[in-house]
């Protein structure tokens, strides 16, 4: 704080092929490209939750970012994710609430329960590590993903499974985080509400 904010734009050829942030359809597996890193330089949790503004931002690899959404690309091209979402603001556990609430039409759950990367839990959650992308996709797609990210030499972990009306993270098979879909969205989509209320 305070970060420049960069706009961009780009072409979409087919719109069709347009891949949405919200999880879709219950029993697809969810991935993540890219991997976490114990950053929490400038992130939001060091802000909101200690109140402290500090740390270096986290690395940027130009050459993994550049993997990650090739990656990306070429699996929403050729119709084998349901669902693309970034990890920024906020980290993992605020990119999966997003996944799991953003169409408040049809939300749907999910069970998180492979995301031992070997770091702090804080940094785990909420750390803004850059260059990742959680997908969702049918099991039976799961092969043709992962030979994809093979080919651009993409690190890509499968972490958990969409269904049900619960967010549940669990780090070394012990549950960090239950929460209902009616509670992550009403803090979500009531927040300026309570701070207009403050």
Same mark, same amino acid.
């Given at each position: 704080?305070?970060?420049?904010?960069?706009?961009?734009?780009?072409?979409?050829?087919n719109?069709?092929?347009?891949?949405?942030?919200?999880?879709?359809?219950k029993?697809?597996?969810?991935? +993540?490209?890219?991997?976490?890193?114990?950053?929490?330089?400038?992130?939001?949790?060091?802000?909101?939750?200690?109140?402290?503004?500090?740390?270096d931002?986290?690395?940027l690899?130009?050459?993994?970012?550049e993997?990650?959404?090739?990656?990306?690309?070429?699996a929403?091209?050729?119709?084998?994710?349901?669902?693309?979402?970034?990890?920024?603001?906020?980290?993992?556990a605020?990119?999966?609430?997003?996944?799991?609430? *953003?169409?408040?039409?049809n939300?749907?759950?999910?069970?998180?329960?492979?995301?031992?990367?070997?770091?702090?839990?804080?940094?785990?959650?909420?750390?803004e *590590?850059?260059?990742?992308?959680? %997908?969702?996709?049918?099991?039976?797609s799961?092969?043709?993903?992962k030979?994809i990210?093979?080919?651009y030499?993409?690190?890509?972990? $499968?972490?958990?499974?969409?269904?049900?009306?619960?967010?549940?993270? +669990?780090?070394?098979?012990?549950?960090?985080?239950s929460?209902? %879909?009616?509670?992550?969205?009403?803090?979500?989509?009531?927040? %300026?509400?309570?701070q $207009?209320?403050?």
């Amino acid at each position: 704080f305070p970060t420049p904010a960069i706009g961009m734009v780009g072409i979409v050829h087919n719109l069709k092929k347009i891949c949405k942030q919200y999880f879709k359809k219950k029993n697809e597996m969810v991935v +993540l490209l890219g991997t976490c890193k114990e950053e929490l330089g400038g992130s939001q949790y060091l802000k909101e939750i200690h109140k402290i503004i500090k740390g270096d931002a986290p690395d940027l690899d130009l050459s993994l970012e550049e993997t990650v959404q090739a990656t990306a690309r070429e699996a929403i091209n050729k119709g084998l994710v349901s669902s693309a979402h970034d990890c920024s603001e906020g980290g993992l556990a605020i990119a999966l609430a997003e996944s799991c609430i *953003s169409n408040k039409d049809n939300m749907l759950g999910a069970v998180i329960d492979n995301i031992n990367f070997g770091i702090r839990l804080d940094a785990l959650l909420f750390g803004e *590590s850059q260059s990742r992308i959680i %997908l969702s996709c049918k099991s039976d797609s799961v092969a043709k993903v992962k030979n994809i990210a093979n080919k651009y030499k993409t690190p890509l972990h $499968i972490i958990g499974k969409t269904g049900g009306k619960k967010l549940i993270i +669990l780090n070394n098979k012990r549950k960090i985080i239950s929460l209902s %879909l009616q509670e992550l969205s009403n803090a979500w989509r009531k927040s %300026l509400e309570r701070q $207009i209320s403050l």
